[in-house]
């Protein structure tokens, strides 16, 4: 099992930045890939960024690129979520997620932290 815990969020003004963290534990020498996904009110949810565990690779989700950046603390098993220029549209709430495989659905999730971006 992996458990997965978010921090870092809050209430911030546009154009502001915040940095959520995410403290992986348990089985996380089986983690593959690791994601950030959000959902707001009244929307699906949707992955934003995605890495890698080691790190190498990422991807992100087109509203989000050039402004977001994830990244990994290997020795501390910490997943970062830098967000910058923030922007109403990103108030959510911001989970981090892991899985074992290549490809699949994420498997362990963490509980959330809710980023409310004032305009």
Do not use: H
């Not at 990422?58 to 990244?71: C, E, H, L, N, Q």
């Not at 979520?81 to 108030?91: F, G, H, R, V």
């Amino acid at each position: 099992q992996v458990q997965l815990v978010e921090s870092g969020g809050g209430l911030v003004q546009a154009g502001g930045s915040l940095r959520l963290s995410c403290a992986a534990s348990g089985r996380t020498s089986t983690i593959v890939r690791i994601a950030w996904f959000r959902q707001a009110p009244g929307k699906e949810r949707e992955r934003v960024a995605a890495s890698t565990w080691t790190g190498e690779l990422t991807a992100y989700a087109d509203p989000v690129k050039g402004r977001f950046a994830i990244s990994k603390d290997n020795a501390k098993n910490m997943v970062y979520l830098q967000i910058n220029s923030l922007k109403p549209e990103d108030t959510a709430v911001y989970f981090c997620a892991a899985r074992r495989n290549i490809v699949g659905n994420y498997e362990y999730w963490g509980q959330g932290t809710q980023v409310t971006v004032s305009s």
